[in-house]
């Protein structure tokens, strides 16, 4: 089954803790995302990745970092989580335009961070 | 001006009613366009691809109009499944992919 997998789903730190949120996906795609979503913001995209070790900031960067070593892997770091990182983490993945361009998402991981 | 706006909602329908979503986009160079469903504290998934000629899936019709830099989406005949909020996504690169959310409207189809 095509999918994208994220772990842990659910995560209450405190903060400094590193913390490190894995995501894998098995469907060959090129295209990883990682956003946020905190109510009356939507979804904020973090970081993206266009394939293998090509990463790049979205728009709240500050205080995550990511790693693309394999194609079908692509944790989200926080080195030193704060209060304001607690939110609902969505990855995603997508094949890109030759494929449908759709944007297939893992089923969240909710942190709270104390 | 955000990249993606979305009317506010949210929106409270009698099953059965027809309700439109409107979506705006300010990059004329964007590429692909999509809305997504996403029901509460779940994932989004898509809902339907936009394409230029317009495009229907059973009660669910979306047009894109390229000079006005709108999108939007139909729904016919609302059942209470519908309630959910509806994500506008706009592929916005036009050397990759570089995916915009729209705020997200919420419908509340109601017995």
């Known amino acids: 089954e095509a999918q994208v997998t994220q772990n842990p789903r659910y995560l209450i730190t405190v903060t400094g803790k590193k913390l490190t949120v894995t995501c894998s996906q098995n469907?060959?795609?090129?295209?990883m995302s990682w956003y946020r979503q905190d109510p009356g913001l939507g979804l904020r995209q973090i970081y993206y990745s266009m394939n293998v070790e090509v990463t790049d900031k979205g728009d709240v960067p500050e205080g995550y970092k990511v790693s693309r070593k394999e194609k079908r892997n692509f944790p989200l770091i926080l080195e030193s989580p704060s209060p304001n990182q607690t939110s609902l983490y969505f990855c995603?993945?997508?094949?890109?335009?030759?494929?449908?361009?759709?944007?297939?998402f893992g089923e969240g991981s909710r942190l709270t961070v104390l | 001006r955000k990249e993606v706006e979305q009317d506010p909602g949210p929106f409270n329908v009698p099953e059965g009613a027809t309700v439109a979503f409107n979506c705006t986009y300010s990059n004329s160079a964007s590429q692909s366009f999509f809305w997504y469903r996403q029901d509460c504290r779940k994932e989004p998934k898509l809902l339907m691809s936009v394409y230029s000629s317009g495009n229907e899936d059973g009660r669910f019709t979306a047009q894109l109009n390229r000079a006005s830099q709108y999108i939007s989406l139909l729904i016919r005949d609302s059942k209470l499944s519908d309630s959910a909020t509806y994500l506008c996504?706009?592929?916005?690169?036009?050397?990759?992919?570089?995916?915009?959310f729209g705020p997200g409207t919420r419908l509340s189809v109601l017995p």
């Open positions: 469907m060959n795609h090129e295209y």
């Open positions: 995603a993945s997508s094949g890109g335009r030759q494929n449908t361009g759709e944007l297939f």
């Open positions: 996504v706009v592929d916005t690169d036009n050397y990759g992919q570089n995916f915009v």
